[in-house]
């Protein structure tokens, strides 16, 4: 017989008989929603959280975002980012923010004629000729006593190294101490070595004095690195105002994807955020970000400068944990090597004060070496924390890459909303615009309306010109004293044609002033 199932694991009902596997979400956490969409849209390719790795620490155990849905935003989403299919199909993969990264060749110039040995050894022997002409603007001797005193007035970094890297090894040291009898017979360069190899335990010495002389400098790199990286790690974890935009893209995206497998997502991976601005909207000119910046705007303005609540982003976008944790590493075996140093010193005459200048040194530098350890170590720690809190790997995703996207997220944002309120300043002036010049169309046609109106009573006298024409034409005006008479006695008689003279005169006269004023307005 066949052995009996393994348990179920504690919390989740066991399987009904002859049912396919459930997807049972963690800690009581409900389905998202299914929404219907009419036709397909621009798809939110984001990688979705996996709910096996959710843990009650989640910040996605806690959204929820579907108290946000309401029918407006359905709309707009449908109407723009419904799929249009291009006239020509273009590969577009791996464009846009993200689409830089891997382009970058590297540029190796290869030896043409000489082998790489005989390229060192040229090196190395420029350097030696600058030496022997003088170029450290020392002696022999000055150089050995800064060496023996220590002296940081006189030592710099730079000559310690050139130093370090061409002085002979000490069994070569030791062959030419053999022959400082013959000082006179050695080559310069010989002579030079001789001079300063004198000085016992002499890399060692060079060591620690270049580890003293770059001290600071290594404290200033490494310090506001991880200060900036875990203020980042706080300020990004408490900040209500980025978490409301997170629950503002789930929800979005999850609209996008609906009927496909990224579909009622219960989170996704931080850096699908910059490479929203690779989802194009139908009118190929505006984007995700565009849209969730308006939305925002609109509805939740409150949360507008998310981005100030994350200030320290950009600093920690800058810092390589893997390098830091290098440089604490050299620090602390910089500091052993001193410490042996130090317990195996025998001073070399009264001018050497190799002990009494690195030990005090020494304390200083290994009390502040435990403070940027300490600090380091919380740096850390919050980083993983951040990766439980958002549900990623902190060895495929790391501290510089995390906050990278933050960081190209956020000044995304700030521009597209830049960008919309410079659109819509620029709508509103074509709407101004326009209003003017229908403005301007509706005057001039009531302009031309009013000149026709005139015109169309100067027809209604055109009757009664045309006799008085007619009769000047004709000089019945200037007939004899009897037809005078008898127009003057007409003209008494006849009332109705005298009353008809003077309307025509009236008019003509109103007729000609509303002229004159159109002209002139």
Same mark, same amino acid.
């Given at each position: 017989?066949?052995?009996?199932?393994?348990?179920?694991?504690?919390?989740?009902?066991?399987?009904?008989?002859?049912?396919?596997?459930?997807?049972?979400?963690?800690?009581?956490?409900?389905?998202?929603?299914?929404?219907?969409?009419?036709?397909?849209?621009?798809?939110?390719?984001?990688?979705?959280?996996?709910?096996?790795?959710?843990?009650?620490?989640?910040?996605?155990?806690?959204?929820?975002?579907?108290?946000?849905?309401?029918?407006?935003?359905?709309?707009?989403?449908?109407?723009?980012?419904?799929?249009?299919?291009?006239?020509?199909?273009?590969?577009?993969?791996?464009?846009?923010?993200?689409?830089?990264?891997?382009?970058?060749?590297?540029?190796?110039?290869?030896?043409?004629?000489?082998?790489?040995?005989?390229?060192?050894?040229?090196?190395?022997?420029?350097?030696?000729?600058?030496?022997?002409?003088?170029?450290?603007?020392?002696?022999?001797?000055?150089?050995?006593?800064?060496?023996?005193?220590?002296?940081?007035?006189?030592?710099?970094?730079?000559?310690?190294?050139?130093?370090?890297?061409?002085?002979?090894?000490?069994?070569?040291?030791?062959?030419?101490?053999?022959?400082?009898?013959?000082?006179?017979?050695?080559?310069?360069?010989?002579?030079?070595?001789?001079?300063?190899?004198?000085?016992?335990?002499?890399?060692?010495?060079?060591?620690?004095?270049?580890?003293?002389?770059?001290?600071?400098?290594?404290?200033?790199?490494?310090?506001?690195?991880?200060?900036?990286?875990?203020?980042?790690?706080?300020?990004?974890?408490?900040?209500?105002?980025?978490?409301?935009?997170?629950?503002?893209?789930?929800?979005?995206?999850?609209?996008?994807?609906?009927?496909?497998?990224?579909?009622?997502?219960?989170?996704?991976?931080?850096?699908?955020?910059?490479?929203?601005?690779?989802?194009?909207?139908?009118?190929?000119?505006?984007?995700?970000?565009?849209?969730?910046?308006?939305?925002?705007?609109?509805?939740?303005?409150?949360?507008?400068?998310?981005?100030?609540?994350?200030?320290?982003?950009?600093?920690?976008?800058?810092?390589?944990?893997?390098?830091?944790?290098?440089?604490?590493?050299?620090? /602390?075996?910089? &500091? #052993?090597?001193?410490? !042996? $140093?130090?317990? %195996? =010193?025998?001073? +070399?005459?009264?001018?050497?004060?190799? *002990?009494?200048?690195?030990?005090?040194?020494?304390?200083?530098?290994?009390?502040?070496?435990?403070?940027?350890?300490?600090?380091?170590?919380?740096?850390?720690?919050?980083?993983?924390?951040?990766?439980?809190?958002?549900?990623?790997?902190?060895? /495929?995703?790391? &501290? #510089?890459?995390?906050? !990278? $996207?933050?960081? %190209? =997220?956020?000044? +995304?944002?700030?521009?597209?909303?830049? *960008?919309?309120?410079?659109?819509?300043?620029?709508?509103?002036?074509?709407?101004?615009?326009?209003?003017?010049?229908?403005?301007?169309?509706?005057?001039?046609?009531?302009?031309?309306?009013?000149?026709?109106?005139?015109?169309?009573?100067?027809?209604?006298?055109?009757?009664?010109?045309?006799?008085?024409?007619?009769?000047?034409?004709?000089?019945?005006?200037?007939?004899?004293?009897?037809?005078?008479?008898?127009?003057?006695?007409?003209?008494?008689?006849?009332?109705?044609?005298?009353?008809?003279?003077?309307?025509?005169?009236?008019?003509?006269?109103?007729?000609?002033?509303?002229?004159?004023?159109?002209?002139?307005?």
């Amino acid at each position: 017989s066949e052995p009996p199932p393994p348990p179920p694991l504690a919390g989740i009902p066991p399987r009904m008989p002859g049912l396919g596997p459930i997807n049972i979400l963690p800690f009581g956490m409900k389905p998202k929603k299914q929404f219907e969409v009419s036709g397909t849209l621009k798809r939110a390719n984001w990688k979705k959280v996996n709910p096996g790795q959710i843990t009650q620490k989640a910040f996605w155990l806690h959204v929820d975002e579907e108290k946000l849905v309401t029918d407006t935003l359905l709309e707009e989403l449908t109407s723009k980012f419904a799929t249009v299919l291009p006239k020509k199909e273009i590969n577009r993969k791996d464009e846009g923010i993200n689409g830089v990264i891997g382009g970058v060749k590297k540029n190796s110039k290869e030896l043409k004629v000489i082998d790489a040995k005989s390229a060192q050894n040229l090196s190395k022997l420029v350097l030696n000729f600058m030496i022997m002409q003088g170029s450290l603007k020392m002696s022999a001797e000055d150089i050995k006593t800064c060496l023996l005193e220590v002296d940081e007035s006189r030592l710099h970094d730079s000559m310690i190294q050139q130093l370090i890297k061409y002085m002979p090894t000490q069994d070569a040291l030791n062959k030419l101490i053999n022959l400082k009898d013959d000082v006179s017979e050695l080559h310069d360069a010989e002579q030079f070595a001789l001079s300063v190899g004198s000085i016992k335990r002499l890399h060692p010495r060079l060591n620690s004095i270049s580890f003293k002389l770059r001290f600071q400098e290594m404290v200033s790199d490494i310090k506001p690195m991880v200060v900036g990286a875990t203020a980042a790690c706080e300020e990004i974890k408490s900040s209500k105002k980025f978490a409301k935009i997170l629950e503002i893209v789930l929800l979005c995206g999850n609209i996008l994807n609906t009927g496909t497998r990224n579909a009622q997502s219960i989170g996704f991976d931080i850096s699908f955020l910059p490479s929203m601005a690779n989802t194009k909207a139908v009118d190929q000119k505006s984007t995700l970000v565009h849209f969730l910046a308006d939305y925002i705007e609109k509805h939740h303005p409150d949360v507008l400068a998310f981005g100030d609540e994350l200030s320290y982003a950009e600093r920690a976008s800058k810092v390589n944990v893997e390098q830091v944790d290098k440089n604490l590493n050299m620090m /602390k075996r910089s &500091l #052993e090597d001193m410490k !042996t $140093d130090l317990k %195996n =010193f025998r001073p +070399q005459g009264e001018r050497d004060l190799f *002990e009494k200048t690195m030990q005090p040194f020494y304390e200083d530098a290994q009390q502040t070496y435990e403070v940027l350890r300490g600090m380091h170590a919380k740096m850390v720690q919050l980083f993983e924390s951040l990766a439980e809190y958002y549900v990623f790997d902190v060895k /495929k995703y790391t &501290l #510089e890459e995390f906050f !990278t $996207d933050i960081n %190209n =997220f956020i000044k +995304q944002f700030d521009v597209a909303y830049a *960008e919309n309120l410079k659109l819509r300043e620029l709508e509103e002036k074509r709407r101004i615009e326009k209003e003017k010049r229908e403005k301007a169309e509706r005057d001039k046609k009531e302009r031309a309306q009013k000149r026709q109106r005139l015109t169309d009573i100067d027809g209604d006298q055109e009757g009664v010109m045309d006799n008085l024409l007619e009769a000047l034409n004709s000089g019945a005006v200037f007939s004899s004293n009897n037809n005078k008479q008898r127009r003057k006695q007409n003209r008494n008689t006849n009332p109705a044609v005298k009353a008809q003279l003077m309307r025509t005169r009236s008019r003509n006269a109103i007729a000609m002033d509303s002229m004159r004023a159109i002209d002139i307005s």
